[in-house]
């Protein structure tokens, strides 16, 4: 009979499952919530529930991607992504190798959204030169650097999190390359299988061989369908808008239309806020639709719309320029717009477009909230994009010229190196725990000037953090009052009377569920104490079935939800969710093989 105190915390995770899956509240708030209410029931101490924040893998996290941030403002990363780029050509199979393989590798040791959004650019960079779609590159990609955050212990936010959950309650912990084989195994796989099932994400809509390679404009304006919303408005001597400022005359309050530039007697002038007063013979530039320009026009004497300025293949406004950046998970600018943040005057940079779900928000896009994911395709002078740091708030999709890190930091590229490999040696060789070597890794970041502390606190994903602090201590209730005990004896009570590998894949395969809607290592934290007890049933080695934990969770290949990494290439990558699905399942499968033949190789299950 399931006791009280259990059947409240299987309800509140229940309920916890439900609103990951529903989205109706952001994950960490979920995360909060679950925790107050185990508190309030009396089911946790105070003590118990801020364990999470506390905890070993919380902080690894943290210090991780200081590290991360590190190596990047250095331009380690970035270094790393071009000596590979210049070695692809234009061989699509030789790309799809270098797109797949590196990320792969490079996510075993460093922050995987790092990884990948220093290749997205990049692999934009190659696409356009070798005349490839970006979506047969990106995908393969983010699966293949899933699959290699398996590399090392610390390669993922669910490996450190299941390690540490397996420290409290068996003693024993993974060592650093533990699951390496396994991990160098699956990534084989997903590489092989990205080659030889390339052509799943070929669409009809082929790049035209004919087209210039270098045509990233043409693409962005075709992209965003800005061909027919983009506009010159000349304004006569004798017009009675003359001397008025761009918000008396209220051309985007009242008719929604975006003022980009100023033609002035041949000079190309920015329009950063509403105080820029319009004068005889300005050519007013503005986005917007026809409809409004049209009125906008009629209702205004002496305004004379003179017609379209974008051809198909260029952009004829030389003093400015096009830029295109991602809402990155972490993103401070998640639920504000554009216009609530002072974006423009900010930065003097003009929000054009937006890309959500799978088309452009064109109309009233600055005062739409800004989500995870989201596109933009931003405007401004070359001095302006020369001098906007989009990091942390957003991240480089593309940029006229080469992606910018921190130019005056490359000369601690090469110590920015060298501590994070002393910190993966120290940790290897356990000197001391993954989470102190983490944290002296950090620390020297910020010594030697690869960053300052507030730069530091800005890069870490705090929502991450709320979110595995606040699910941790769930762990901890599900073994607590014998919850996790009671969906273990479901299990063993469907497959116990099998071979324990069968109980093992059903482990595996809860995870591999899990893990799609809703972030992987919040998959870890309500799996992991279930493995253990299945395993303690059977008279199993708990570690056998705590890796079958952490390489389900890695397997977030159906929905872009489920992970950032595959989040981040939606947009760019111009994926449908049926993408995800159609390309994912065979990863899928490849993981609950390993789970299957190569898991049981290394581990006995019989401990």
């Known amino acids: 009979m399931i006791s009280v105190e259990a059947a409240t915390v299987l309800g509140v995770l229940a309920a916890a499952v439900f609103l990951f899956i529903s989205g109706w509240v952001s994950a960490d708030v979920v995360a909060v919530l679950a925790l107050t209410t185990l508190v309030l029931s009396g089911i946790l101490t105070p003590e118990e529930a801020f364990s999470g924040f506390s905890s070993s893998a919380v902080i690894s996290i943290a210090a991780l991607l200081m590290i991360s941030t590190g190596l990047v403002r250095t331009g380690v990363i970035k270094w790393i992504a071009d000596r590979l780029s210049s070695w692809t050509r234009e061989s699509y199979p030789r790309l799809l190798f270098v797109a797949t393989m590196a990320p792969g590798i490079l996510s075993g040791f460093i922050h995987i959204v790092a990884a990948v959004s220093i290749f997205i650019p990049a692999l934009l960079r190659m696409a356009r030169r070798s005349r490839v779609q970006a979506g047969k590159l990106l995908m393969p990609m983010a699966v293949c650097g899933l699959a290699g955050a398996n590399l090392s212990l610390i390669g993922a936010s669910h490996n450190l999190v299941v390690n540490s959950l397996l420290q409290e309650q068996t003693g024993r912990s993974f060592g650093f390359f533990e699951f390496t084989p396994v991990g160098a195994v699956l990534l084989a796989a997903m590489v092989l299988y990205s080659l030889a099932f390339r052509k799943i994400l070929q669409r009809e809509e082929e790049e035209p061989r004919d087209r210039a390679p270098q045509d990233p404009i043409g693409d962005l304006?075709?992209?965003?369908?800005?061909?027919?919303?983009l506009w010159e408005i000349q304004v006569t001597k004798d017009s009675p808008v003359c001397c008025k400022t761009i918000g008396e005359?209220?051309?985007?309050?009242?008719?929604?239309?975006?003022?980009?530039?100023?033609?002035?007697?041949g000079r190309q002038l920015p329009v950063e806020n509403g105080e820029f007063a319009i004068e005889a013979d300005d050519v007013l530039a503005v986005a917007g639709r026809r409809d409004r320009v049209e009125t906008f026009t009629r209702e205004h004497e002496g305004l004379v719309l003179m017609g379209q300025p974008v051809a198909e293949e260029e952009f004829t406004w030389s003093a400015f320029e096009l830029v295109e950046v991602v809402v990155p998970p972490h993103s401070n600018m998640i639920g504000r717009s554009l216009r609530e943040a002072d974006f423009r005057h900010r930065t003097g940079l003009v929000g054009v477009a937006l890309w959500r779900d799978h088309h452009p928000?064109?109309?009233?896009?600055?005062?739409?909230?800004?989500e995870q994911g989201d596109g933009l395709l931003l405007f401004g002078t070359k001095a302006n994009v020369r001098n906007f740091r989009p990091r942390p708030d957003f991240l480089w999709l593309y940029k006229p010229r080469k992606e910018e890190t921190v130019p005056s930091l490359h000369h601690l590229g090469p110590l920015a190196a060298l501590i994070f490999i002393l910190v993966v040696v120290i940790a290897a060789l356990d000197w001391v725990s993954i989470a102190v070597a983490a944290l002296a890794g950090a620390a020297a970041m910020v010594l030697i000037g690869a960053m300052t502390p507030l730069v530091a606190y800005r890069q870490i994903d705090w929502r991450t953090l709320i979110?595995?602090?606040?699910?941790?201590?769930?762990?901890?209730?599900?073994?607590?009052?014998g919850a996790a005990g009671q969906i273990a004896d479901l299990i063993v009570l469907l497959f116990g009377s099998l071979h324990p590998l069968w109980s093992l894949l059903a482990v595996g395969f809860l995870t591999i569920l899990l893990t799609q809607p809703m972030h992987s290592a919040v998959a870890?934290?309500?799996?992991?104490?279930?493995?253990?007890?299945?395993a303690r049933q059977l008279q199993a080695d708990p570690t056998v079935f705590a890796v079958a934990v952490v390489v389900g969770a890695s397997a977030s290949f159906l929905m872009p939800v489920g992970h950032p990494a595959v989040l981040l290439?939606?947009?760019?990558?111009?994926?449908?969710?049926?993408?995800?699905?159609?390309?994912?399942?065979?990863?899928?499968?490849?993981?609950?093989?390993?789970i299957a033949l190569i898991i049981p190789l290394l581990w006995p299950l019989r401990g």
Do not use: C, E, H, S
């Open 221 to 229: 304006v075709r992209r965003y369908q800005l061909n027919d919303r």
């Open 249 to 265: 005359i209220g051309v985007g309050r009242r008719y929604g239309l975006n003022v980009l530039l100023v033609l002035r007697g």
């Open 361 to 370: 928000i064109r109309t009233g896009m600055r005062d739409i909230p800004l």
């Open 467 to 481: 979110l595995i602090g606040g699910m941790y201590p769930v762990g901890t209730a599900l073994q607590k009052t």
């Open 524 to 534: 870890a934290l309500i799996m992991a104490p279930v493995a253990i007890q299945v």
């Open 569 to 594: 290439v939606q947009g760019p990558g111009r994926y449908q969710n049926g993408d995800y699905f159609r390309f994912g399942i065979g990863p899928v499968l490849l993981v609950l093989g390993v």
